[in-house]
């Protein structure tokens, strides 16, 4: 569908994806490790899901845990980059009006329940290590269906305005989105209405849960290495934080790559458009391609899993 004239005031049924306006010509050459990135993703956070699910030794709510995040991963995952994907491959660029909503609500509220796990996850690292003889009637599979149904619960319930309130808004104009996905602020910004109250929701909800979240996860590993540096037992104190070593790693991928991400869109009139662009993508497809990897390799429990896995092949 052509982009609506300027004029028009008929209602906008569809928009067009337009990734990359100022650099077109790497499309192709970047689907090809978006494509890699994306196989890894789906295949390791499905290895690792199955893994947890035959091993009986890994039924145990930190690994219920790990198999959340893994779930969140797939779902981020097959929201964003096959759309990309069709893009880049076959110039799809259409996405319906219901469609595009669709894939915002999913990439704010999935991107909100991934930092409410690893919340939850510091917190159980936090009572194994600080509390450890009362990590069994603490942590047990009643504590994670609470945990998954809070997580689910928050973030749906604050988020889902972000969407709403957009899709309520009048377009009349241009229907030309300068993004590769449905962004809340790309999409706004077609609007003939003001669209003030919209962003400003966006930005206090955001930061409200992902600012609680990094508040509590960096109050829970204070607490840790608080306990760690008093043990005293040789080789005691670096066992106890090799048990939080993945979980920390996760932790950087996901903030790290968010933050940047930030950055760059304060920065927006110092840097290429692009680069916000590129890096949305790939927050979305880079941290779920990684997090199954790190506790494949650091954690020999899941380790072992696998290569049972394997044999059964």
């Not at 028009?8 to 306006?21: D, H, K, R």
């Not at 689910?152 to 377009?171: E, G, H, K, Q």
Request: aromatic content about 10%; glycine content about 2%; proline content about 5%.
């Amino acid at each position: 569908m052509a982009s609506l004239s300027n004029d028009s005031t008929a209602p906008v049924s569809e928009f067009l994806l337009v990734c990359f306006p100022n650099y077109q010509s790497w499309q192709h050459w970047l689907s090809l490790p978006l494509s890699f990135l994306f196989l890894l993703a789906m295949g390791a956070n499905a290895t690792l899901l199955i893994t947890i699910r035959l091993e009986a030794s890994l039924h145990e709510p930190m690994y219920y845990l790990l198999s959340l995040l893994s779930l969140l991963d797939m779902v981020l995952c097959l929201t964003v980059i096959p759309k990309v994907l069709a893009i880049f491959w076959f110039d799809l660029r259409a996405i319906s009006f219901s469609a595009c909503f669709l894939q915002m609500f999913i990439m704010n509220c999935f991107l909100g329940m991934e930092s409410c796990t690893f919340m939850v996850m510091a917190y159980d690292r936090y009572v194994a290590i600080c509390h450890p003889l009362r990590y069994p009637s603490i942590i047990t599979d009643q504590f994670v269906v609470r945990a998954s149904v809070f997580i689910m619960a928050r973030n749906a319930l604050f988020l889902i305005p972000v969407p709403v309130l957009s899709s309520r808004l009048r377009y009349c104009a241009e229907n030309i989105i300068r993004n590769c996905i449905c962004t809340n602020l790309s999409v706004s910004k077609l609007s003939c209405d003001d669209i003030t109250f919209n962003q400003l929701y966006q930005f206090v909800a955001a930061w409200t849960l992902l600012g609680s979240d990094l508040i509590l996860i960096v109050l829970s590993y204070s607490f840790i290495l608080k306990a760690v540096l008093k043990i005293k037992a040789e080789g005691a104190a670096a066992k106890a934080l090799s048990t939080c070593g993945s979980h920390f790693i996760l932790i950087l991928f996901f903030s790290t790559v968010l933050l940047v991400l930030v950055i760059t869109n304060l920065a927006r009139k110092r840097i290429p458009p692009d680069v916000p662009i590129l890096l949305n993508i790939l927050h979305h497809v880079i941290p779920p391609a990684l997090n199954p990897i790190v506790y494949g390799v650091r954690t020999k429990e899941i380790k072992q899993g696998i290569r049972k896995l394997l044999k059964r092949l």
